[in-house]
């Protein structure tokens, strides 16, 4: 164990009955202090704070340069949204999803690999999900396929869900890439920013190597 350090000598500490008292003295005032103004802020908390009172919403504004937010509660499909994007990739795509079953996602996935870009694909290794064999179809058209380690400490979920492309853009969803995702409340924000779009490219490779090649 790491030696505590002092701020004063110890023989220091050892202060005359006189020294102490008034140390005690000086700690219960501002214990009373403190506590009092937290007693003070909660209840002003509490008398301006009505859980009643409807939320008012507030006129849209602006989306800084190279930020899209969709809602499917709008209208959006935001599969297929995905789908189009994807379908713009020039170089790269690197997916990280749960599950993907809708068939826009995959034929736009091997659309992109077709003409050319470097696509892999990021899942988890056995999500619940009857009669899947999207693995095998996308092996079958040559794109990678890397199993995800099971959460962080081997127990848990792959729940990381987004899509770099051309490490220019990210695309972060809530909803698994699957056929049930139309029946859902999503939403999506797509990021044209580089900046961001290397970080969750960093990430990939972090779990693309931490996770298993499917052969």
Known sequence: ???????????ELHASPVAVGRWHMFSATWIAIVMAALLTGASAIAQTSDVKKP??????????????IEFSSAGVDLCGRIADLIGLAQKEVLVSQYAITDVRVLQA???AYQRGAMVAVL???SPAIKNYDTPHYLRGQGIPVVAARRGIDGHGWHNQRYIVIDREAVILSSCDLTNSAQKNNENMIVLHLPAIAVSYYNEWLLEGAAGQPLP
Do not use: T
């Open 123 to 125: 899942l988890d290794r």
């Open 55 to 68: 939320l008012a919403r507030i006129p849209a504004m602006p989306l800084p340069a190279g930020v899209e």
């Open 1 to 11: 164990m790491k030696e505590m350090s002092y701020p004063v000598p110890v023989r």
């Open 109 to 111: 996935l091997n659309a």
